[in-house]
């Protein structure tokens, strides 16, 4: 129940997206997951947000990047600021979990309706979106580096985190 409205969520893993959504049509939303531990999931992550992108869901569809196990803190091997580059370089929402230790998983399901229902409102408004891929990729890189030199955050940075907006 959000905002006095029942809804409920069913969740797929894609083995093979392409073929998977033809067969089940497009979902409402995405949820890309990896492992804070292993470098080469975060890698996957990217490519799969990369697919999304080329075939325009991360503009159509609420898209969210999870970062899970961040309980093993001392394992770890990809760092919040990665997760959050990678989520603005697509604009896509990005949090942190812990499926382990259920850290932030009702705070990802509350925001992933929340994004879906926003995706669905402003699915009258396409026209207000503008593609700059490469730009953006570019921008992110330079803007990670000052941030890190600066130690200041840009406020697309903390939105990233707000699943309750766009």
């Known amino acids: ?14 083995q093979n ?4 959504l033809n067969r089940v049509g497009a979902p409402d939303a995405f ?4 492992s804070v531990v292993e470098r080469s999931s975060f890698q996957k992550a990217e490519a799969e947000l990369r697919r999304l992108q080329e075939w325009d869901f991360t503009r159509m569809k609420a898209v969210v990047l999870v970062g899970n196990k ?3 803190v ?11 580059c990678l ?12 499926v382990g230790i259920n850290h932030n998983v009702d705070e990802l399901l509350v925001g ?5 229902r926003l995706k669905q409102a402003q699915a009258g408004n396409q026209d207000s979106w503008c593609k700059h891929r490469g730009i953006l990729r570019a921008s992110v ?17 903390r939105n990233c985190e707000n699943l309750h907006i766009l």
């Open 112 to 116: 992933l309706l929340h994004q879906i």
């Open 74 to 84: 001392r394992s770890r091997a990809v760092s919040t600021q990665d997760g959050r």
């Open 87 to 98: 989520a603005v370089s697509f604009r896509v929402k990005f949090i942190e979990v812990s």
């Open 70 to 72: 961040i309980d093993l």
């Open 1 to 14: 129940m959000l905002n006095g409205e029942e809804s409920e969520l069913t969740f797929f893993k894609l």
């Open 141 to 157: 890189k330079a803007r990670q580096m000052l941030t890190w030199l600066l130690g200041k955050e840009d406020a697309k940075f």
């Open 17 to 20: 997206p392409k073929t998977d």
């Open 31 to 34: 949820v890309v997951v990896y």
